[in-house]
């Protein structure tokens, strides 16, 4: 019984401690470098006021990319995702020249989606920025700018 009551401490207390030091769950790079942001907004010794404000915007950011997420699979199952190979053939031949023709038109097409929805993470990302940096006062921005440029 006390073996097993020790082992679970133990195992606690190394899951706590390797949580906190980054090698748990946790441990890949896209979370490192939000951990690094966690760590320089803790720097920047926030207000209550500034924290729930960051913490509003971090709410309406998760709504955001929610309503998004549900308006992308819904626009992908209303329509269709194959191209109609029937058009380019018949009994007698396949059309090579309109086939080719309509495949190019599909990846231009998806080419400027892709474009439009990166433009989009842009801005969405500078307003982000824009409204954190907004709720800093001077002095935090400008240990902002200090803690960003090491």
């Known amino acids: 019984m006390k073996k097993t009551v020790i082992t ?3 195992t606690l ?3 706590s401690a390797l949580m906190a030091s980054g090698h748990g769950m946790h441990a890949c790079k896209h ?3 939000r ?3 966690s760590q320089t907004i803790q720097q920047l010794d926030l207000t209550e006021a ?4 960051l913490q509003a915007i971090r709410e309406a950011q998760r709504a955001e990319r929610k309503a998004s997420r549900k308006a992308m699979k819904e626009k ?3 329509k269709q995702q194959r191209m109609d190979l029937g058009k380019f053939m018949s009994a007698e031949k396949f059309d090579k020249e309109a086939f080719k023709t309509a495949m190019k038109e ?3 097409q998806r080419e400027e989606m892709r474009e439009k929805r990166r433009e989009a993470m842009i801005e969405k990302r500078a307003e982000r920025m824009e409204k954190f940096f907004s709720i800093l ?6 240990k902002w700018i200090q803690l960003s440029q090491k």
């Open 8 to 10: 679970i401490i133990a």
């Open 13 to 15: 207390g190394l899951g």
């Open 31 to 33: 979370h490192k470098d």
């Open 35 to 37: 951990s690094g942001i």
């Open 50 to 53: 500034q924290k729930k404000e």
């Open 76 to 78: 992908r199952t209303g």
């Open 106 to 108: 599909r990846m231009q």
């Open 137 to 142: 006062t001077p002095e935090q921005r400008e």
